[in-house]
Nanobody, 124 residues
Framework: QVQPVESGGGLVQAGGSLRLSCTTS????????MAWFRQAPGKEREFVAA????????YYLDSVKGRFTISRDNARNTVYLQMNSLKPEDTAVYYCAARRGSLIYRIIGEYNNWGQGTQVTVSS
């Protein structure tokens, strides 16, 4: 079982950048999808981006395309979310999640393993 641990959140002004990291333990040679979700106060958790660990195939929420980039470092067992041109509406707790398999899903229930989350606050 892959266990994600997030880091890298913080406070940034609108237009700024942050890089979130998701370090995993327990990963084997099996295929995994790693994803980032976020949950803003009073809102449901939503899909942000995902990557197929083996192929590098990625998928993004429309509102973050061109601003966020998901990537992985196999040697460090780490997935990153580079967030540029941040907006106040990006403010949320960001969660890293993992699912075994090769298909990317945007559905929360498809992901079995979750990190504790890291807070991202974008001030206007």
């Amino acid at each position: 079982q892959v266990q994600p641990v997030e880091s890298g959140g913080g406070l940034v002004q609108a237009g700024g950048s942050l890089r979130l990291s998701c370090t995993t333990s327990g990963r084997t040679s099996a295929e995994y999808i790693m994803a980032w979700f976020r949950q803003a106060p009073g809102k449901e958790r939503e899909f942000v981006a995902a990557i197929n660990w083996s192929s590098g195939l990625t998928y993004y929420l429309d509102s973050v395309k061109g601003r966020f980039t998901i990537s992985r470092d196999n040697a460090r067992n780490t997935v990153y979310l580079q967030m540029n041109s941040l907006k106040p509406e990006d403010t949320a707790v960001y969660y890293c999640a993992a699912r075994r398999g090769s298909l990317i899903y945007r559905i929360i229930g498809e992901y079995n393993n979750w990190g504790q989350g890291t807070q991202v606050t974008v001030s206007s």
